[in-house]
Every structure is written in C-alpha cells, then in structure tokens.
C-alpha cells in the first residue's frame, strides 16, 4: 500500500503565503504524476495543479500566477507554493499520488489520496 502525509496548512491572512507538502511512501516502484485538489462544503473537489514525471505541470485557471507546484524525486515529495492567498483559496486541500507499487506478484497501479488538509484565508 501507499501512504501520503500532507503538511503545512493553517491560517492566513489574504496576501499571505502557504507551503503545503506531501510524502508518499510505502512499496513505490515509480510515481507518474503528483498533483493537489481542494474542496469546500457542499462543492466537489476541484484540481488545483499537477506535475508529471518529467516535470510538466498544470494549474488551474484561479491559481496560476500565483501558485507553484514542485516535486522531489528522491523523496517522494510534492510541494505547493502559494502566494497571495485569497479568501476564496480556502478550502481542504488534498493531495494526490498516481504511479506502479510492488504487489504480492508483479507492479498494480496505484492512485492514492492524503487526509486532507485545511487552509484559511481570512483577516
């Protein structure tokens, strides 16, 4: 199985700057693309931004600018910068991992999800 830990959400002021960060662990062969979502209540999650493997990445239209996504191979780790928060980038921020793990025989393609975590943009 695979594992994610997300850090770094919290309060902040709008203007303001947060780092998340999630680490996959468990038996990884490879990661294909790493990327972050958010959800409100009452709203589905939404895509904020991804990164492949060979460093592509995608933001969505509200975030770019102002948003960057990064990733540390060697650690399994993906990042999310985010700079000039605004009252409307509040929400549960989620993290998400695709890629191949060991199983009881061969690789299985995994997509694994973090607990979530909340960022507040208030004054």
């Known amino acids: 199985q695979v594992q994610l830990v997300e850090s770094g959400g919290g309060l902040v002021q709008p203007g303001g700057s947060l780092r998340l960060s999630c680490a996959a662990s468990g038996a990884i062969v490879s990661i294909i693309a790493m990327g972050w979502y958010r959800q409100t209540p009452g709203n589905e999650r939404e895509l904020v931004s991804t990164i492949t493997s060979s460093g592509s990445t995608n933001y969505a239209d509200s975030v770019q600018g102002r948003f960057t996504i990064s990733r540390d191979n060697a650690k399994n780790t993906v990042y999310l910068q985010m700079n000039s928060l605004k009252p409307e980038d509040t929400a549960v921020y989620f993290c998400?991992?695709?890629?191949?793990?060991?199983?009881?025989?061969?690789?299985?393609?995994?997509?694994?999800w973090g607990q979530g975590t909340q960022v507040t943009v208030s004054s």
């Open positions: 998400n991992v695709q890629g191949r793990r060991l199983a009881e025989i061969g690789l299985r393609v995994f997509d694994s």
